[in-house]
């Protein structure tokens, strides 16, 4: 059995966008993610017109019935860079993802103030063993 166009439905709306803050481990994790480059996020992608290209679920609806004070409180959205989760094209250079993950801001800023020590204190230990 095959599928055409017309059986292929978008996923269904996320209508509660749930914006909470995320566990402590699980924001090191992410800042951790970042730097060793596990993750792709929309602050990767200079032009902001791409980034439903990029995130298909944003480009096929999902946030089309999440209210408009959720959407606002979004810091970033990232998915993971796995073959599973991956088109095998690109747009512009960005890989495509099949699914999408959202980040609130305070979180946002929080991953990326942990992504820049954990990047300085690697740059940090690599001068040091480089000039013993």
């Excluded at 402590?24 to 602050?43: F, R, S």
């Excluded at 954990?118 to 013993?132: C, G, Q």
């Amino acid at each position: 059995m095959s599928l055409d166009a017309h059986d292929v439905k978008p996923p269904e709306p996320w209508e509660n966008l749930s914006m909470e803050d995320l566990p402590k481990a699980l924001v090191n994790q992410l800042a951790i993610d970042l730097v060793d480059d596990k993750i792709y996020t929309d602050l990767h992608i200079e032009d902001p017109s791409l980034i439903p290209s990029v995130f298909m679920p944003i480009a096929l609806g999902a946030l089309a019935n999440v209210r408009e004070e959720d959407v606002k409180r979004i810091g970033f959205c990232y998915s993971r860079i796995e073959n599973r989760n991956m088109a095998p094209r690109s747009i512009n250079g960005h890989p495509i993802f099949w699914s999408v993950a959202f980040v609130n801001k305070d979180d946002a800023k929080k991953i990326l103030a942990t992504a820049e020590k954990i990047r300085d204190a690697r740059k940090k230990a690599e001068e040091e063993a480089l000039s013993e």
